[in-house]
């Protein structure tokens, strides 16, 4: 079992629309999460960061966290065509810098 | 202007040549880290390095080297005995709470 599964998708959703991305993880001493956002051909730069359980929310996105589940979610609102990316979830315990990425989940949002 | 720097963007190998991609940072980061990426799979982690003059393998370390002489740079060689070393390569720097930071990439291509 891997440490993090995330929904390969890809997810093709129209403009305007409610988008849910999730990860599941394995391992309930991880404390960080994270969501990166990686355009094409770009590296993958930080989009939410979250410590515990609850919701966190900048802007048009959510990040959620349920530690008793392990199910982490990243919910984006009225979805832009800018958000067309490739969306990676990374979790942490917190001990040392490595982080653990799920594998991505491609998203377009059509005009 | 802070952050990190890859070079060359992209970069092609002759089969039996060693290749040296860059990573700079001006972050005053401690840790560094490069990533291999593969379509559809996420983020594997090469090696990485805590402190100068000490690194450790990730779970892909086969066929690569790396030297940190410096705290400004990891430099990431990819040797001859990496059979598929064509991917989409990625450093990144940690910062507070296990936050990373990438760079833009390196495309490494065999002709």
């Known amino acids: 079992q891997k440490e993090v599964e995330q929904d390969p998708g890809p997810l093709s959703v129209p403009e305007g629309a409610i988008v849910s991305l999730n990860c599941t993880y394995s391992?309930?001493?991880?404390?960080?999460f994270m969501w990166y956002r990686q355009y094409s051909r770009k590296g993958p730069e930080l989009l939410m960061y979250?410590?515990?359980?609850g919701n966190k929310e900048d802007g048009r996105f959510t990040a959620q966290v349920d530690k008793s589940s392990k199910y982490i979610s990243l919910f984006i609102r009225d979805s832009q065509p800018s958000d067309s990316a490739t969306y990676l979830c990374?979790?942490?315990?917190?001990?040392?810098?490595?982080?653990?990425f799920g594998q991505g989940t491609t998203l377009q949002v059509k005009p | 202007d802070g952050g990190i720097t890859q070079s060359p963007k992209y970069l092609f190998r002759k089969e039996g040549q060693n290749v040296t991609l860059s990573c700079e940072q001006n972050?005053?980061?401690?840790?560094m880290y490069w990533y291999r990426q593969d379509p559809g799979q996420g983020l594997r982690l090469i090696y990485y390095?805590?402190?100068?003059?000490?690194?450790q393998k990730g779970d892909i370390a086969e066929g690569y080297s790396v030297s940190r002489e410096k705290k400004e740079s990891f430099p990431l060689t990819v040797t001859s005995a990496q059979k598929n070393p064509t991917a989409f390569y990625l450093c990144?720097?940690?910062?507070?709470?296990?936050?990373?930071?990438f760079g833009a990439g390196t495309r490494l291509s065999v002709l």
């Open positions: 990374a979790i942490s315990t917190g001990n040392t810098g490595k982080l653990i």
């Open positions: 391992n309930s001493a991880f404390q960080y």
């Open positions: 979250t410590y515990s359980s």
């Open positions: 972050l005053n980061h401690d840790a």
């Open positions: 390095s805590q402190i100068v003059n000490d690194f």
């Open positions: 990144a720097s940690v910062g507070g709470g296990n936050i990373q930071y």
